[in-house]
């Protein structure tokens, strides 16, 4: 099974910046995977973020933060990162790592399709 921990999560004014982890346990990159970000606002459905395969590269982000936000990973330390840069108020919410183990795609964002979760790192955006 694949485990996932999040961190870096905090407050920040509109503009600012925030780098996000997203530890896996130890063999998940050595498959290919999807691994994805989402987040989710009091009151409003969760919604996707970024994806990127943990093998063979691409990534795939949200028109809400295209230009703004960048996905990375470090194999070596099984480790998935979310640059957020130009932040906005609406950009506050739970911030959810999660990996897709099953199929064969990973070119949508969409949550029920990602069987293994964090537990989420909060994320404010204060104007």
């Known amino acids: 099974q694949v485990q996932l921990v999040e961190s870096g999560g905090g407050s920040v004014q509109a503009g600012g910046s925030l780098r996000l982890s997203c530890e896996a346990s130890k063999n998940t990159y050595t498959r290919r995977y999807c691994m994805g970000w989402f987040r989710q606002a009091p009151g409003k459905e969760r919604e996707g973020v970024a994806a990127v395969w943990t093998i063979g590269g691409g990534a795939l982000y949200a028109d809400s933060v295209k230009g703004r936000f960048t996905v990375s990973q470090d194999i070596a330390k099984n480790t998935l990162y979310l640059q957020m840069n130009s932040l906005k108020p609406e950009d506050t919410g739970m911030y959810y790592c999660?990996?897709?183990?099953?199929?064969?795609?990973?070119?949508?964002?969409?949550?029920?399709?990602?069987?293994?979760w964090g537990q989420g790192t909060q994320v404010t955006v204060s104007s």
């Open positions: 999660a990996a897709k183990t099953t199929g064969y795609g990973c070119s949508r964002l969409s949550g029920d399709e990602y069987n293994y």
